[in-house]
């Protein structure tokens, strides 16, 4: 079974500063990794996901997040934040094969202040 | 095109009884996923469905089950209602034979809560 760690529940920073949201994972096996992000009472959108090749996966709304193989970590950076950002961010994984479901972490709340 | 949606959007029962919450694909999505987000916590997984035929189940008991229409739309059954179904559960949509490599589109959800 896999399992996904995010290690910040909240995150404060202030607009136009960079930020970097942690998300650890453990697998025995090969994984795919993914970040979603969910604003108020709506469903979650897709920001990024690694299958393969570079590690350095850039999604959208100018985040980015590397794929780091020997310490199981994904973790999503943005150079600029805005208010529009803020929201709850969710780091998933899943296998590369068999069961088709997401591993959801706990989630970490940006909030973007002026 | 129109996106997922889900009804309906908020609904309260009493403990003991059964619920059912409606999902309608992205057209032309032929694939939908189920989850369970329980107040703070991220998504869990309960099933998938593809073409009509169950997909894959998460840890649930056998009190919740789905049904996939031709349409692909979809349905969440949810028998003997506990105090700790309380959730959002989210639907999600996708085209192809469900491989999570296929980006999963989510709808806004259904805010359950049991007393």
């Known amino acids: 079974a896999q399992s996904v760690t995010q290690l910040d529940s909240q995150v404060p920073v202030f607009e136009e500063a960079p930020v970097e949201l942690r998300c650890n994972y453990s697998s025995s096996v090969s994984v795919y990794l993914f970040w979603y992000v969910q604003y108020p009472n709506q469903g979650l959108q897709l920001l990024l996901k690694y299958l393969s090749g570079s590690t350095l996966v850039k999604g959208i709304n100018g985040f980015e997040a590397e794929f780091n193989k020997s310490q199981t970590s994904f973790h999503l950076r943005k150079p600029s934040v805005h208010i529009s950002d803020t929201a709850e961010y969710f780091c998933?994984?899943?296998?590369?094969?068999?069961?088709?479901?997401?591993?959801f972490g706990s989630g970490t709340r940006l909030q973007v202040q002026p | 095109e129109t996106g997922v949606t889900q009804s309906p959007t908020h609904l309260i029962k009493t403990r003991g009884q059964q619920v059912t919450l409606r999902c309608s694909s992205q057209?032309?999505?032929?694939?939908v996923s189920w989850y369970q987000q329980a107040l703070g916590q991220g998504p869990q997984f309960i099933f998938q469905?593809?073409?009509?035929?169950?997909?894959g189940r998460g840890n649930f008991p056998p009190r919740f089950s789905g049904l996939q229409f031709p349409n692909y739309s979809s349905e969440l059954n949810v028998n003997a209602l506990e105090l700790d179904d309380s959730a959002l559960y989210l639907c999600?949509?996708?085209?192809?034979?469900?491989?999570?490599?296929?980006?999963?589109?989510f709808g806004p959800g259904t805010r359950l809560l049991v007393l």
């Open positions: 057209s032309g999505h032929n694939t």
């Open positions: 999600a949509s996708s085209l192809g034979s469900g491989g999570v490599q296929e980006t999963q589109y």
């Open positions: 469905y593809y073409r009509e035929e169950e997909n």
């Open positions: 998933a994984v899943s296998r590369d094969t068999g069961r088709r479901a997401l591993t």
